[in-house]
């Protein structure tokens, strides 16, 4: 098309018209949130073949005026899906507003509107946040803390049955324990240990590295008139129900759960038994960890919880030495149905390598107490040092590795300075393919390994926390690019085009596999991370759920309630979510790769 200028009016019709055809289209994938003004700012734009020239593009304002322009790449090809794209980089346009791209020689093809703004993350951070809130059981969620989604409680979890798989002198089959409170899980009702430790583990860690900034995001909590920052009085929540988990001989019950997964419907219609099952050595171990963590992060609040700091150490001490004494008690639920009854069908968080969670455990415990007795854990992986592995729930040896490069040992200072170089070598083929592969300017998603069930954090966000945390032991700002580019994949600079938190974007999450959601009058909870594409598609084997025929691994994701298993939502995604994007507000967004 020459360029031929049309009058204002027609421009800017042409823009509305094209934009409804496109506002939800993904042939313009950016970061549907925001961009703060001096950070990098680049959008991925669909073409047609690896002969397509580098398209030209303009940027127009919210008045329809063209505010920049340039010219994209050459044609790259996604390695994933072996699809045809072209990277725009526009991180020199820096002034405030909001706006939309625009493919010259394609009037149909615009990207949704974007904002460019100062701490354009404070509020997906803040919503991240509150969906813990959301997902409290046992207790009313009522107005003005509800923000429109108030409910009747669920689950008073004050007579929860033991099961005969966690059955004791002391406490026989059908004992009643009082177990109220803490998170649901995920999209389903139950309460598990071992992922409750991992997203207190994250949650607390977070909290270390940017106390200045969550100290002073406002949540809107019942707590919120305490003096203790909200993010805190969030995780007290379920800490205090954690507590609840641990028996008289220190074992820590595995899980809080009904035998079958409940229907979708409200926490306060659910009519299922409750039970606790067998104490394992990876959620006794997950919870002292948590609890020696919690202990130290706590410990500045002593007037509002008088007691904690003590009960918390008490606590984590002896779910060690339960461990020590039961080193090889794994969850495995099939074999725990052969022999016990009702059967249990729920989420099983099974791990039968427990190395990781006892030096994580182990550290935590002599960050607290200073008890040499914690230190054999921490010589064993000194012996593995190079095997350096991302953190998640089945895996936590990068919680304990992290704990000692924020606090070396004075002793032996080499050993953080070796996990720092393991943390930095395991990055830099990320950082390579997000600068020379990757058609969403991504250090993630350039491979069909990364993606898998939970993968949005497990792969995503995690990896932009790893490599925030290295820009924090550096100051090198490709980390914080490179973390930046990781948010701006989830937010849509991906292969789906969708902005994979829910009440956000253009083209939000809007089915996500959530018993809350589904079940609520005004539906769908903002801020809630979903799982993500998972070639895997296990609820296709199980539920039928149907995915189109060959889609590419980066693009196996239904927005769509039944598929648990790309659509889910769980407290390990979401504290992975914040951690990165209230880690970037904290940091104040950062400045474009020199
Ligand atoms: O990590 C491997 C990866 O290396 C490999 O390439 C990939 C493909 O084989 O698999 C990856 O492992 C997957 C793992 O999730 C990643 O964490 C497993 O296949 C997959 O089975 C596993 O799924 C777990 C799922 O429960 C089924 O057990 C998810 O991690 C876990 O988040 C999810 O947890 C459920 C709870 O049980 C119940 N509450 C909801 C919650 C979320 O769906
Ligand atoms: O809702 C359950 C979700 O939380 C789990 O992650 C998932 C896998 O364990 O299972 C979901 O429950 C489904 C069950 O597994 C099979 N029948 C349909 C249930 C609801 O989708």
Known sequence: MKNVVLPFTLVACLVLTACSRYNNGTAIRLNQVGFAPEQEKTATIDVVSAKSKPCD??????AGDTVWQGTASETMLNPVSRKYRQVVDFT???ERGTFRICEHHRQEVISSRFQITDNPYRELTRKALRAFYYQ???????EPWAEGYARPAGHPDNRVLVHSSAATEERPEGTEIDSRGGWYDAGDYNKYIVNSGYTMGVWLLTYQLYEQYFDTL??????STLQVPDMLSEAMYNLRWMLTMQDADGGVYHKLTEPDFEGFIRPDQCQKPRYVVMKTTAATLD???TMALAARVYAPYKETYPGFLEAATDAAKRAYAWAEQHPAIYYDQNAMNEEFAPAITTGAYDDTDVTDEFYWAATELYLTTCDERYKKPVKLRKKQIDTYRPAVWGDVQELGDMEWMLHPEEDDPHFAIDLKADLIMYLQPFIDEATHISVHRSPYGNRESDFFWGCNSEGCCWRGDEMLFAYHLTGDKRYLVNAQRCLNYILGQNATGYCYVTGFGSKPVKHPHHRLSFSHPKGTHPGFLCGGPNPMRQDAETDGVIYPDDVAADESYLDYQPSYASNEVTI???VTLFALSGGLDAIGNPPANK
């Open 57 to 62: 593009v303009y940027i127009l304002n919210a």
């Open 92 to 94: 020199s346009l820096k």
């Open 136 to 142: 409290r059981a046992s207790m009313d969620i009522l």
């Open 218 to 223: 406002h949540l809107n909590i019942p707590e």
């Open 287 to 289: 919870f002292a960890a």
């Open 572 to 574: 390990n995604w979401n």
